[in-house]
């Protein structure tokens, strides 16, 4: 399965008549968050894929405007073709906004998925916004990762985690993809393909 990630930025290319996710190479849209309802719902209008989404720390706009023709995610395991994708998103809290968890707040909402976890029997991907706390995550406060995350990807080994929120053109070096435990953890800035 061809899976196009997404996130934080709108790529040039992807408003390009002729990038293949308008024709039928791409599989699977994957949002992790921050881009415009917009641009999102112009992805959708020209894709065969389905576009799903999490929430980044900047998305309040969805409340009132989301994205059309989208499929959100949050707090739940969505099944495609087989695949099942939890989607976790939000930053740390470090202001006010809707989409800002402190580290408790995000624990409790991995707790409240545990029927949906053991139903499922896991997950492949685990769709989030913000990066595991020590991989890809940042040492200001704004840009720590969640230490849910981590115990996760060791308790169900799922194939990828896929996130957005540290930028690649930050400066801190942040690779596009590692790999942590069984897991390959794609920071998805801008956009990225994944075979799955």
Not at 35 to 42: E, G, I, K, T, W
Not at 121 to 146: E, K, M, N, R, V
Not at 173 to 185: D, E, G, K, S
Request: aromatic share 12%; glycine share 8%; net charge neutral.
């Amino acid at each position: 399965m061809n899976i196009l990630t997404i996130a934080d930025v709108e790529s040039p290319a992807l408003w390009d008549p002729s990038h293949p996710y308008r024709r039928k190479d791409v599989d699977l849209i994957l949002s992790c968050g921050d881009l415009a309802p917009d641009y999102l719902s112009f992805i959708a209008t020209y894709s065969h894929a389905p576009v799903l989404y999490v929430h980044g720390n900047h998305d309040d706009v969805y409340q009132s405007r989301p994205p059309l023709g989208c499929i959100c995610v949050e707090d739940q395991i969505y099944c495609y073709r087989g695949i099942r994708i939890l989607g976790l998103g939000g930053s740390i809290r470090y202001k006010q906004g809707k989409h800002q968890y402190t580290q408790s707040e995000m624990n409790r909402r991995v707790r409240r998925l545990w029927f949906s976890l053991w139903r499922h029997g896991g997950f492949d991907i685990l769709l989030t916004h913000s990066p595991a706390h020590g991989i890809h995550d940042g040492p200001d406060l704004p840009h720590q990762g969640f230490r849910v995350f981590p115990s996760l990807l060791t308790r169900y080994t799922p194939a990828y985690m896929i996130h957005g929120h540290t930028h690649l053109n930050y400066g801190m070096q942040f690779p596009r993809q590692c790999q942590f435990v069984q897991t390959t953890i794609v920071n998805a800035y801008e956009c990225y393909n994944i075979n799955l």
